[in-house]
């Protein structure tokens, strides 16, 4: 049943979209859809991954025309045939995946596209423009900066500048904190209160409760192309509410975890240093190990290892020094064929350029680490009879929603994508998995599942790898948490069977900054050790 609030006179609508309907091929993507911004606020658009959430947005920012209904735009009645169109009217989108020219400068990615400066670029004098706008909302970022030279959160300040030099009053935000990092997420939501403060409006695409409940001012939700709440007040709103709207039912945010019995060391990683891409250094002697039928999760802020981490024990990182242990078997700088063979299930921060292989279908996804060996394989030969078997069976296991497996998983949703991995991985019953951002981008629905999958291969004897930048995540899955920073162990903590405190929080905050352990511990702040 669909919730509303009545508008009040004296916040007039900026954005007005009403009956909105798009089909694609075989999908319903909005089925009558009505959304309402007002002017001044920050709304939130909340859904599961293939809700139509993004395909909504996309209509209104002028990328896609819809079949049937009406935007308004400040009152107006309008129609968007581009993007172009729908900046004019002061409408901007900032989407997930930035759309930024590397090689180029901060002020000539922001000029892109625009009739002025037609011939000449003085360049100078619209560094200081570009500069004041960004001075203006709050924005610091050097003009002069190459874009490559940015961290992440950085080029979401570029994209930011985009819109607002181009005059835009209404900024969508596509999944914005869903490449950020917890420190810069804080820094992104003072950035929107000060735009909203300026008369700027904002409407928010996410799927983290957390946070909307934090940002935003009201709540709109979408199930399956269909609005199931519309302008709810997010005060008072609690996260079981928002999941129950999203999902149809009601989730489960923290899993009963049963208590742990470990067994013997499956991975040991050894004082091992590598390099970044870059070429400076990445590990600086880090150690850890894994039990049989344990969860150990590795904490840090981004950039401090943990991709080059994991990729040293999948074997897609050379070891400069230290030793890699699977199954008592040295895997350092071995090829990835290797771990697999030795019992190894890995899933990739990047599922979609290297746990995956965009154009080929479900099916070539789940037999990739299978196509050797029977049923899939026959004296040398692919039995697509048997590999298509098998697809349908992982796909009905794991819930993975697509029309058949012959569809190219680059058309699945963050979440079904994440599913045929983990069906991939699991499918070949491993003793150790590695599991790297494993819910990165998802919806609480899909969080949940992997969740479970993840407690699934605890319980079933096998050790399971967790690096992951959300401490909640870590604290409710882990036995046991080890914090990285610069390369380095901070120390180990122990959270199985214990609800977290605000000490153990504490702790691991602090250690996530750079104080070990045993300091935190002579200083006497309240640690489990």
Not at 75 to 89: C, L, M, Q, T
Not at 93 to 119: A, C, K, W, Y
Not at 285 to 296: D, H, M, P, Q, W
Request: charged content about 20%; aromatic content about 4%; glycine content about 10%.
């Amino acid at each position: 049943m669909t919730q509303t609030i009545p508008p009040t006179p004296d916040a007039p609508f900026a954005v007005e979209m009403r009956g909105i309907v798009k089909r694609f091929p075989g999908v319903l993507a909005n089925d009558h859809v009505d959304f309402e911004l007002r002017a001044g606020e920050i709304h939130a658009l909340l859904g599961e991954n293939g809700a139509g959430k993004s395909t909504l947005m996309n209509v209104l920012a002028g990328l896609y025309r819809q079949e049937a209904g009406i935007i308004k735009v400040k009152g107006k009645p309008v129609e968007f045939h581009s993007p172009r169109d729908a900046i004019k009217s002061g409408i901007g989108m900032i989407h997930q995946h930035f759309m930024l020219v590397p090689s180029q400068t901060v002020t000539e990615n922001v000029l892109l596209g625009l009739d002025d400066p037609r011939f000449f670029m003085r360049l100078p004098e619209y560094d200081a423009k570009v500069a004041a706008v960004g001075e203006r909302f709050g924005l610091k970022v050097d003009p002069r900066a190459k874009i490559w030279q940015l961290s992440v959160g950085e080029q979401q300040r570029v994209e930011l500048l985009k819109m607002l030099y181009r005059g835009a009053n209404v900024l969508i935000m596509d999944e914005p904190t869903a490449v950020l990092a917890p420190t810069e997420i804080e820094g992104l939501f003072d950035i929107l209160r000060s735009m909203v403060a300026q008369g700027k409006s904002v409407i928010f695409i996410s799927h983290k409760l957390q946070e909307v409940t934090a940002i935003a001012d009201r709540v709109s939700v979408l199930r399956r192309g269909v609005a199931t709440a519309t302008s709810v007040p997010s005060r008072g709103a609690t996260r079981q509410e928002l999941a129950r709207l999203m999902v149809g039912r009601d989730v489960v945010f923290a899993l009963e975890k049963k208590p742990g019995n470990p067994g013997k060391i499956v991975l040991e990683v050894k004082d091992i240093h590598a390099d970044n891409d870059k070429g400076l250094p990445a590990l600086r002697g880090f150690s850890l190990n894994v039990r049989a039928g344990e969860i150990v999760g590795v904490a840090g802020v981004a950039g401090n290892g943990q991709s080059e981490l994991s990729q040293v024990i999948a074997s897609m990182r050379k070891c400069k020094q230290g030793q890699v242990i699977l199954n008592s078997e040295s895997l350092t700088n071995h090829n990835t064929l290797f771990g697999i063979q030795h019992g190894m299930a890995y899933v990739p921060e990047d599922r979609n350029h290297v746990g995956s292989a965009p154009n080929l279908s479900v099916t070539d996804n789940v037999i990739m680490k299978k196509y050797r060996q029977p049923p899939i394989s026959h004296a040398g030969m692919l039995d697509m009879s048997a590999a298509e078997k098998l697809a349908r069976e992982l796909k009905q296991a794991y819930d993975i929603i697509v029309p058949n497996v012959s569809t190219p998983v680059r058309l699945l949703s963050g979440g079904n994508l994440q599913r045929v991995i983990l069906a991939r991985e699991i499918s070949g019953l491993p003793n150790f998995m590695v599991a790297v951002q494993p819910t990165r981008g998802l919806d609480v629905g899909a969080i949940e599942g992997v969740h479970r999958l993840l407690m699934a291969q605890r319980e079933s004897g096998a050790g399971v790898l967790l690096i992951s930048e959300e401490l909640e995540e870590l604290l409710s899955l882990s036995d046991r948490v080890y914090v990285i920073y610069e390369g380095k162990s901070m120390g180990e903590v122990k959270v199985g069977g214990v609800e977290p405190d605000e000490s153990l929080i504490e702790t691991i905050g602090l250690m996530m900054t750079g104080t070990p352990l045993d300091q935190i511990q002579k200083e006497g702040v309240g640690a489990n050790g």
